[in-house]
């Protein structure tokens, strides 16, 4: 599966660090979106970018910044984290608009916050 | 709100068939979908169907969905040790953005 693509795979990070998550579709959508995936959980829709326009759930906290340079680039930049954050961060693609606006995933970064 | 509930586990043999029940909230969904995600991976798009269907197959994929009692299913059959994963069922939204909520997710284990 190599539609969406995301890196790292894998990152370990201390609570003062700052990362970033990165992914890549290589599908021509114009959607794309953050979630994440906690054990036990739902997977629970952090962000989208969809024609130019931000959408985020208010529950998402503030130490998570998305940034949409173009339509097949999407990153989430990490600061300050906490260890509750530790989970499997996937962003997926869709086509808004369509028929049928079905999203596709990439395999994940599974973030470990020490 | 919205909410989709599915049994945590299933456990089958190889070879037999496997039914994986979801139930769903939001009449308004205009596609529900089937995800499947193996160990380490993220969400495989399996098979999805409109709201104005009720049953749709694909090779050993069959979903059946129950409008009125708002019940969608994913019956797997001859099942295979390599179908062993968590499966996620999905409704869509129709709030302005193409949103999805998904269940928790239903882990099939097939033994030999």
């Known amino acids: 599966e190599t539609g969406v693509t995301q890196t790292p795979r894998h990152l370990v990070m201390g609570m003062t660090n700052k990362k970033s998550l990165k992914c890549e579709q290589h599908?021509?959508?114009?959607?794309m979106y953050w979630y994440k995936q906690s054990a036990k959980k739902p997977l629970e829709l952090m962000f989208v970018?969809?024609?130019?326009?931000?959408?985020e759930n208010n529950s998402v906290p503030s130490r998570f910044s998305p940034e949409c340079p173009n339509s097949s680039h999407l990153f989430l930049h990490l600061h300050t984290l906490q260890p509750e954050d530790s989970a499997l961060y996937l962003c997926?693609?869709?086509?808004?608009?369509?028929?049928?606006?079905?999203?596709?995933f990439g395999p994940g970064t599974r973030l470990l916050v020490l | 709100g919205e909410d989709v509930e599915q049994s945590l586990f299933l456990s089958v043999r190889e070879g037999d068939s496997s039914v994986i029940n979801c139930t769903y909230t939001?009449?308004?969904?205009?596609?529900l979908y089937w995800y499947k995600q193996e160990p380490g991976a993220g969400l495989q798009l399996l098979t999805y169907?409109?709201?104005?269907?009720d049953m749709k197959q694909d090779q050993r994929l069959t979903v059946l969905l129950n409008k009125k009692d708002k019940h969608l299913s994913l019956r797997i059959a001859d099942t295979q040790t390599g179908d062993s994963a968590i499966y996620f069922c999905?409704?869509?939204?129709?709030?302005?953005?193409?949103?999805?909520?998904f269940g928790k997710g239903t882990m099939l284990l097939v033994s030999p």
């Open positions: 997926a693609s869709s086509q808004r608009l369509a028929a049928e606006e079905t999203q596709y």
């Open positions: 599908l021509g959508h114009n959607a």
């Open positions: 970018y969809s024609l130019e326009e931000r959408v």
């Open positions: 939001d009449s308004s969904s205009t596609y």
């Open positions: 169907i409109f709201s104005n269907m």
């Open positions: 999905a409704e869509s939204s129709n709030s302005g953005y193409s949103t999805l909520t």
